[in-house]
């Protein structure tokens, strides 16, 4: 109980006794401070010092768990990082006497212990050594990233820009360039050219997260660029230096400009319409950005910048904007797009990530859909007017029982003549749907070991039993070929040696006789 409210209960006891002390009766003393007459009777036969000393000034309520503080206290401080769950888990694991409680009741006890003994909760990092790295040469370095954020627009709708951002190492001079569409390689490319010309110069490294609008693959050092890349930096001559996968701590200072621009300039900032947010963007480079002093180097950029320029490369280009005309859009990991309240279907396989895009072109009431690489035409539908339809077409679906006819059709031409192999297949089918097709593998793969005779005895003995299971099948076939005395045919395949093991503490498989006392007994 807090200091505030045994205060407040003095005070009322008090209150009580004052007001009986001036004649009045329960009943009345009742009406004035809204206290039931049985509580007002447990006030007045109490001195100062009983009422103190009693449950209604100072009540403790006892909890289930307080038993078990010191054991979860000294995990806690241990394992800070450990959850309420994997406490409530550890309690069942050493003490069998623990109380039947909910995982609320842990959560609030745990919570309660940390706030008591100062035992914060820390996430479980493992310690990475750091070093304060040397400032490198004028003109030599440049870091780039891109970022997104949501922005509020006049009308109080939601939209989302994307940004690319590039800083100079050493005088952390920046350029920032907003999209209203993701960032493709092509307009990765202009961004670039934009910022070069910013800079009035080319740096002669930058340093890039291992992004694929840039790296085709990585190759252990042998870089594959994109080809729209590769262009930029052979007509440039700077070179592109990849961090690790996973590493963003080798690139800090422009993942530290990213967030100075998400919540510096874009927190707060009402969208209106792209061209003014980049006309906005260069006036916060110049006061702001690039116009205070840095906190990491005590400078000014605009004033390293004048020192930095003239150890740029020359840069005599032109920066032109990429031309799409079409509108992309993100494909949805079941293979379709969101467009206008409604859901229409591309091919299945064309999702091949979450960064994999489509142009959209609407014309003469009709949605067309092109590929972002190849520009070939994926899909048309007609428009709907309604919401939240699948438009689709049947073609882009999987017809799996197609292909698992034709592969049944020719498991089948390979087995003998039989009614009995047909109807053992259909009921196989049903009994074993999810696993029909394993099923299929496995009896082509092992049928051609035994003679016609033996394979449609087989198969009538084990629609007989009711034993619908492929190995099951070659496990009663075996035997009837060892009565019968055919010997086993052999099955002509390329094989590769096995390894050498030692097969001396191997244990064989060993089949459930019961199988065998259906068919044979």
């Known amino acids: 109980m807090t ?34 007459r049985q509580t007002i009777s447990k006030y007045l036969s109490m001195t100062e010092e009983d009422f103190i000393a009693s449950a209604s000034y100072d009540r ?40 039947l409680v909910t995982p609320k009741t842990v959560f609030n006890f745990v919570n309660r212990l940390r706030l008591t003994h100062n035992l914060p909760k820390e996430s479980e990092k ?8 040397p400032e490198t040469a004028y003109g ?4 780039c990233d891109f970022g997104e954020r949501w922005m509020r627009t006049s009308d109080g709708q939601s939209c989302k820009v994307y940004f690319f951002a590039m800083s100079l190492s050493r005088s952390r001079y920046k350029f920032i360039y907003f999209s209203r569409t993701p960032f493709t390689t092509a307009l990765a490319v202009y961004a670039h050219e934009l910022g070069f010309k910013y800079f009035r110069g080319v740096p002669h490294k930058i340093v890039y997260d291992q992004d694929k609008l840039f790296l085709v693959k990585e190759n252990l050092g042998d870089l594959m660029l994109t080809s729209g890349f590769r262009a930029l930096v052979r007509e440039h001559g700077f070179e592109a ?23 510096n300039f874009l927190r707060c900032r009402e969208f209106t319409h792209i061209d003014l947010l980049n006309k906005e963007v260069l006036g916060w480079l110049e006061r702001t950005a690039n116009g205070t ?51 229409y279907t591309v091919p299945t396989g064309t999702y091949r990530g979450h960064q994999t895009l489509v142009y959209l072109e609407e014309k003469d009431g009709r949605l067309y859909i092109y590929s972002h690489e190849t520009g070939k035409r994926l899909a048309d539908h007609e428009l709907s007017s ?31 003549e039989s009614a009995a192999i047909d109807a053992y297949l259909s009921r196989l089918r049903v009994h074993k749907a999810r696993n029909y097709r394993d099923n299929l593998q496995f009896i082509a793969r092992r049928h051609k070991a035994y003679s016609e005779g033996i394979l449609s005895e087989a198969f009538s003995k084990c629609l ?43 244990l064989p498989d060993k089949t459930d006789i019961s199988t065998f006392n259906t068919l044979f007994v």
């Open 3 to 36: 200091e505030t409210s045994k205060l407040k209960k003095y005070l009322m006891w008090n209150k009580v006794n004052e007001l009986f002390l001036s004649g009045l009766n329960k009943t009345q003393i009742g009406q004035c401070v809204d206290l039931h």
């Open 60 to 99: 403790h309520y006892g909890h289930k768990l307080d038993s078990y503080e010191s054991y979860v206290v000294s995990e806690l401080r241990r394992w800070p990082f450990l959850s309420a769950p994997q406490i409530h888990d550890r309690l069942k694991e050493h003490f069998s006497d623990l109380p």
């Open 126 to 133: 493992s310690i990475r050594p750091y070093e304060k790295q």
């Open 140 to 143: 030599l370095y440049a870091q």
């Open 241 to 263: 230096v990849f961090c690790h996968k996973s590493d963003p701590q080798s690139k800090g200072k422009i993942e530290n400009v990213v967030k100075y621009v998400k919540y």
């Open 293 to 343: 002093e840095h906190h990491g180097i005590r400078r000014v950029p605009t004033e390293e910048f004048e020192i930095e320029k003239p150890y740029l490369m020359p840069y005599n280009g032109v920066p032109k904007a990429p031309v799409e005309n079409l509108a992309p859009h993100h494909v949805r990991k079941d293979n379709v797009i969101n467009y206008r309240g409604n859901y």
């Open 386 to 416: 309604n919401k939240g339809r699948l438009i689709s077409n049947t073609s882009h679906r999987r017809d799996r029982e197609a292909s698992l006819d034709d592969y049944e059709a020719s498991v089948r031409k390979e087995l003998p």
């Open 464 to 506: 007989e039993a009711g034993v619908f299971n492929g190995c099951s099948l070659m496990e009663v076939a075996e035997p009837l070929r060892i009565q019968s005395g055919e010997s086993l045919i052999e099955l002509r395949q390329e094989t590769t040696p096995l390894p050498q093991v030692d097969t001396c503490a191997m």
